[in-house]
């Protein structure tokens, strides 16, 4: 025979691929996680705010 | 926070849809590459992060040169988006380039030029948060975080030149290697998903790009609010 034949390295493909989709799919979420407790922390903020500045008003 | 423009959620579908064509034209379209066999396919992913990797580092450099000037913290905020952004696709860059090594050169690590500037790259990013993390004072994080980037943004024209400068195994894909050097063909099949991977990442790296300054602008207001709470 002159040529080897191709060798079967599908599963360091499909090793590839999801540790790429896996990456990818973490830091979305993580993205997403950040946000929504930073969105969460502003409501806590402002309402506490809100609460701080109702003496004064009384005045 | 302001809702999200049209724009962007334009682009979330635009960023979901190339990467879905990007993986067809990789896993499908793309022939198998008879000396690697499949493993081949994770090359499409391999360049289109390294791209956007080297690319965001540079932009990171770009803006922190721009805040040094002009102060502003919507500057701080780009950089430290494309810093993130950069360091998530080039992990990927590595672990992919690793998983075509064992097969290809029988190893998953070797200390080549290419391969340690990289994972020099990587560190380096990597320790630019933990700069920031212990830095309270937003004005002087955003001063330093800026030099870092500078000088960091050194790390990726070397990582890309470091093949085309010195003896090295890594094939060179882009442009013309020297007679030392092994150079990567491509079949017009090839070539399609090789340049839609580079396009399908640009689109992603703007998307992600753009989320992560608006949630700097989040972070940057909470900070403001808790300071004005806690006085």
């Known amino acids: 025979m002159l040529f080897e034949p191709t060798p079967d390295t599908s599963g360091y493909m499909i090793a590839g691929f999801i540790v790429a989709f896996a990456v990818m799919g973490v830091y979305v ?18 309402s506490l705010q809100g609460e701080e500045a109702k003496p004064t008003k009384k005045k | 926070m302001q809702p999200r423009p049209l724009v962007l959620k334009i682009l979330d579908i635009v960023s979901v ?37 080297l690319l965001g580092f540079l932009l990171a450099a770009l803006a922190g040169v721009v805040y040094l000037v002009t102060k502003e913290m ?43 500037t990289a994972a020099v790259t990587e560190l380096v990013y990597i320790a630019y948060f933990m700069l920031r993390q212990g830095i309270e004072d937003p004005e002087k994080r ?20 470091v093949i085309r400068l ?26 399609i998903a090789f340049f839609f991977a580079l396009f ?9 790009i753009w989320h992560r300054v608006r949630l700097g602008g ?11 709470v806690s006085m």
């Open chain 1, 29 to 46: 979420a993580s993205m997403y996680i950040r946000n929504r407790n930073l969105k969460q922390d502003l409501n806590a903020l402002e």
């Open chain 2, 17 to 53: 849809i190339a990467l879905g064509v990007s993986t067809y034209l990789a896993l499908v379209f793309a022939p198998t590459e008879l000396v690697m066999g499949n493993v081949q396919r994770v090359f499409y992913f391999h360049i289109g992060t390294a791209w956007v990797g």
């Open chain 2, 74 to 116: 919507k500057w701080d905020r780009l950089e430290v988006a494309a810093v993130e952004v950069s360091t998530v696709f080039f992990f990927i860059t590595i672990v992919l380039g690793s998983i075509w090594a064992r097969p290809a050169w029988n190893t998953w690590w070797t200390w080549d030029p290419r391969l340690t």
């Open chain 2, 142 to 161: 955003a001063r330093f975080g800026a030099v870092y980037t500078l000088l960091g943004g050194v790390s990726a024209p070397i990582t890309f030149m």
């Open chain 2, 166 to 191: 010195f003896r090295t195994i890594h094939p060179v894909v882009i442009g013309a290697a020297n007679a030392n050097q092994e150079k990567m063909n491509m079949t017009g099949d090839m070539k």
């Open chain 2, 200 to 208: 399908a990442f640009t689109i992603i790296f703007v998307d992600l």
């Open chain 2, 218 to 228: 989040l972070e940057e207001k909470v900070e403001q609010l808790k300071l004005k």
